[in-house]
């Protein structure tokens, strides 16, 4: 398992005003696999994500990344495991406005040490996946939404990462990227990372493995693992 | 979706006769499907052959009201917790089937809702996967019409959505106006007479 929540509860505030974010859940996610999140508003899919980056804690219950139990790594430990191994696209996207498309996708990985020159590389590279090489030297107000959309997901794409979490990646784009997107975020799942979707699409979810219902804070329903689907159009064919 | 199973839905409420359970099988699917008083009768016969409701002695108006059995009832609950398979069922089944829970004693309205996403999602999910394989672009024709069944599979889910957040602010109305207790049906069709 790259990726593991044990008995996650996260609340906010206390007493009387207390949020029941997550109640209670768990989930794994296996390198290979491409786990959906879905849910009404508010039923804590950005919690629990936020929760498998390592950017909140739980409050009761552990995350366990690669192995390593969140709560138990210092801010430094932290921080290195965040750069190396796990990739977000964040509802809002997050991009840094100084600096230009391929800047903001390199900068992962310089701050994880890499040099320069290899770095903005790569990032060129991921911009090319996402079919915006030539938007590179662009600031994010110089781009539409949902070529910023497209930025975000290859600085979460770029290099190594083992974990890709996603927080309703195809927000802002139409039908064609948005399926593109979702088929950069299965090839590189299916090239060993573990992945996490956050959608209110279900076209997109589709893509998953495994889809996951929220409801109040707790799992209330899971997709069966996919099968062969050669049956479903027997009646047709 | 057969009327066996709207008829069904409705004597979970209570015993009725025909035409309450005409007026009621209206009511619930919003007049969407008329249903004449022969269809109910013919109905009602086939359901007492094979046990899965008893005849109750006539009224003094001389109808004869129909109960559930225990094996009607063990049947309409699998009804609703059986999620319909999107290749061989007509297009409003599940419109009809969601009508008839919100007003059916005893149905996990939200766990229906829910069966259903969850089947009709797994079906997305291979329609995906033969997409996923289709990569070449001289398979467009075979991948718009994956797509096509894409959209409308993605069109349920979003009804089923907009279903869960109306029940979420749902309060049953007063007997008498939504849900048919029998003796305003009785009414009603007196009035129709
Ligand atoms: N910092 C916070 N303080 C208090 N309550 C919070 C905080 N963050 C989230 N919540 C609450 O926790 C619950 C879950 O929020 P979360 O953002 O995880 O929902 P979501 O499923 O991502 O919703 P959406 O689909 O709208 O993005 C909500 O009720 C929200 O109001
Ligand atoms: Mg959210």
Not at chain 1, 193 to 206: I, M
Not at chain 2, 40 to 52: A, F, Q
Request: hydrophobic share 45%; with cysteine.
């Amino acid at each position: 398992m790259i990726l593991e929540l044990r008995g996650v509860h996260r609340t906010h505030g206390t007493g009387e005003t207390a949020v029941h974010a997550l109640r209670g859940v768990d989930l794994g996610v296996a390198a290979g696999e491409l786990v959906a999140v879905m849910g009404p508003s508010g039923s804590g899919k950005s919690t629990l994500l936020n929760l498998a980056g390592g950017l909140d804690s739980p409050s009761q219950g552990e995350v366990v990344v690669e192995g390593e139990v969140l709560g138990t790594l210092n801010r430094k430990q932290l921080a290195r495991l965040r750069r190396r191994f796990v990739g977000y696209v964040f509802q809002d996207l997050n991009l840094l406005a100084s600096l230009t498309a391929v800047e903001n996708v390199a900068l992962p990985l310089e701050l994880d040490g890499m040099a320069v020159r290899k770095a903005r590389k790569l990032a060129a590279a991921a911009l090319d996946e996402v079919a915006l090489a030539e938007l590179a030297p662009r600031f994010p107000d110089e781009m539409s939404g949902g070529q910023q959309q497209r930025v975000a997901i290859a600085r979460a794409l770029v290099g190594d990462r083992r974990l890709v979490l996603a927080d309703e990646p195809t927000g802002a784009l139409d039908s064609q990227t948005g399926e593109a997107v979702l088929r950069l975020l299965r090839a590189r799942v299916d090239a060993g990372a573990a992945g996490v979707l956050v959608t209110h699409e279900a076209r997109h979810a589709a893509w998953a493995d495994r889809v996951v219902f929220l409801r109040d804070g707790v799992v209330v329903d899971t997709t069966s693992p996919v099968g062969e689907p050669e049956q479903l159009l027997g009646v047709q064919a | 979706m057969s009327i066996r199973h709207g008829l069904l839905a409705l004597l979970e409420r209570g015993p009725m006769y025909g035409y309450q359970l005409r007026a009621a099988f209206e009511e619930s699917t919003g007049a969407t499907w008329p249903l004449n008083i022969g269809q109910v009768y013919t109905t009602l016969s086939r359901l007492e052959r094979d046990g899965l409701v008893r005849p109750l002695p006539e009224n003094d108006g001389g109808q004869r009201p129909y109960e559930l059995t225990d094996l009607g009832r063990a049947e309409i609950a699998v009804w609703f917790v059986t999620p319909i398979s999107r290749t061989d069922r007509p297009r409003d089944e599940l419109a009809i089937k969601l009508a008839l829970a919100l007003t059916t004693p005893g149905v996990d309205v939200r766990a229906v809702v829910q069966t259903q996403r969850t089947a009709t999602i797994q079906t997305l999910q291979e329609l995906t996967r033969l997409k996923q394989r289709s990569d070449d672009p001289g398979d467009l024709s075979w991948r718009l019409i994956l797509d096509a069944m894409v959209f409308q599979a993605e069109a349920e889910v979003r009804w089923l959505d907009h279903c869960e957040a109306s029940l979420v602010r749902y309060r049953p109305s007063a007997p008498g106006s939504a849900a048919v207790a029998p003796e305003a049906a009785d009414d009603r069709s007196e009035a129709r007479k």
